[in-house]
């Protein structure tokens, strides 16, 4: 069957964004307009306020509904308005060899579209994304000169609005480039009949194909499959949950060997890998690797708004595998002062059991939905608490840990590195905002209000 091999370039962007599509001939602007949205990170599929426009043989093809209304039968800058449902890009793009695709016309996005090829071997009745490279601007960002300034902030953690900036590329959809997921996308746009429509693709699937490679994905083909096990087990114990684009785009960034969504989801549905990933407590849940404390406390939809909008925190490479160990937590010197107060307090200065009580802590702050107050409780109670002072010193010095520990609220920031982030409006501390009464030397009273900042009294609380 008859295609096009078409190359789609993003002008006036550095460094280049470009994608390479096949397309069945007889496709329509309106088409070719659907297909530019799928391959980029634009959205007027969903939410259809912006238009487009080509000009081309003195005609402006457009979907712009304004546009066609008004300048209907009349001439519209010279040239005559064309409904996009109604026209093949066949006989333009065969004439010219190219046309420019002019996109939301207040960022004026201009995306050159080059026939690279004529080809009469393509059998679906819909595109197929063949390569590409950058990722795609997002929708609204104010065109090139609008992104320029957005990536600056986007890959700048100490701009004051990067917290703001990241939350609002994630609302926005704006993602890396993958390939085989946008062609999984694309099979919903078929406007060709062809015989393989014909066929029942519940029990056949496409071994090989030129343009689409193969819907079947031979797991022993895909490169360290064993490594893609060890950072789905870091991630889950990182971040709690952490969707599948986002740990490709970590995984691609550490690793000179890439997968594709495809490779991920053959390596998580194969039998094998499920059953071990399980014993290593992360199951896969809603297109995201989701730690098992996660997965059986039914948190994952309570988790995902407090996640939304932030940053994740990617370590190295090195530092990131660490988390395979179930036990790890990056130490700090906050944890080491605490230590040492209980190893002299209470161990007799022994750190073996002490060790075993910062790292109960810890686990304890790291997981979704703290109750600080109940943490500090149950952590004190533990211990002989004679002096108020001391008390307080406690108290202090386990809010600190909490401040510097890495969080699955906070996408594995800890407390701390948001608050410099965004540098107000937040409270540093998670504890209460009741005062710390410090009376040196004396002693807290049954019925005194409890320093922890919980409001109750004491004998009710860290005195029980």
């Not at 595109?127 to 990536?151: C, S, W």
């Not at 590329?169 to 919903?188: F, G, H, T, W």
């Not at 014909?198 to 699937?205: A, P, W």
């Not at 060997?257 to 490779?263: N, R």
């Amino acid at each position: 069957m008859k295609a096009y091999i078409l190359k789609l370039t993003f002008e006036y962007l550095e460094p280049p964004v470009w994608r390479r599509v096949i397309l069945p001939a007889g496709a329509t602007f309106n088409r070719l307009h659907e297909t530019i949205q799928y391959v980029t990170n634009f959205q007027s599929r969903k939410s259809p306020y912006h238009y487009f426009g080509i000009e081309i043989d003195d005609n402006f093809i457009t979907n712009n509904v304004a546009i066609l209304e008004e300048y209907k039968g009349q001439k519209f800058v010279g040239q005559n308005v064309k409904q996009p449902t109604r026209i093949k890009i066949d006989s333009y793009i065969e004439k010219y060899g190219q046309l420019v695709y002019n996109y939301d016309f207040g960022d004026d996005w201009r995306i050159r579209v080059e026939l690279e090829e004529t080809v009469e071997d393509y059998y679906f009745g819909y595109p197929t994304l063949l390569d590409g490279e950058g990722t795609a601007p997002p929708e609204d960002v104010g065109g090139p000169p609008g992104y320029e300034e957005f990536l600056k902030v986007y890959y700048d953690p100490t701009h004051p609005d990067y917290l703001s900036t990241y939350g609002w590329a994630e609302q926005q959809s704006y993602l890396p480039l993958d390939i085989d997921e946008v062609n999984d996308r694309l099979k919903s746009v078929k406007y060709k009949k062809t015989e393989w429509q014909q066929i029942d693709h519940d029990n056949y699937f496409v071994l090989s194909d030129k343009y689409r490679g193969a819907d079947y994905k031979d797991i022993d083909d895909i490169p360290n499959k064993e490594l893609v096990i060890q950072y789905a087990e870091a991630c889950a114990q990182l971040y709690g949950v952490i969707e599948t684009s986002k740990f490709l785009e970590i995984y691609n960034a550490q690793n000179e060997s890439s997968i594709t969504s495809g490779d991920l989801q053959a390596i998580l549905t194969d039998p094998h890998n499920t059953k071990l990933l399980r014993s290593k407590y992360v199951y896969v849940y809603r297109n995201a690797l989701v730690h098992e404390t996660i997965e059986h406390f039914g948190d994952y939809d309570k988790l995902m708004p407090k996640v939304s909008g932030k940053p994740y925190y990617v370590p190295p490479k090195k530092e990131l595998l660490r988390y395979t160990d179930e036990f790890y937590f990056e130490k700090t010197t906050h944890q080491k002062k605490l230590a040492n107060m209980l190893a002299k307090d209470y161990f007799g200065g022994s750190t073996v059991k002490v060790h075993e009580e910062i790292s109960e802590l810890v686990f304890q702050l790291q997981v979704f939905d703290v109750d600080f107050q109940q943490v500090v409780k149950e952590f004190l109670g533990r211990f002989e608490i004679k002096d108020i002072k001391h008390l307080n010193e406690y108290v202090q010095a386990i809010s600190m840990i909490a401040n510097t520990t890495r969080t699955w609220e906070n996408r594995g920031h800890t407390p701390d590195e948001l608050f410099q982030m965004e540098r107000h409006h937040l409270n540093p501390l998670p504890t209460a905002a009741v005062p710390f009464n410090v009376i040196d030397g004396g002693k807290v009273g049954r019925n005194d209000p409890c320093p922890c900042g919980s409001g109750k009294k004491y004998k009710k609380c860290c005195g029980k």
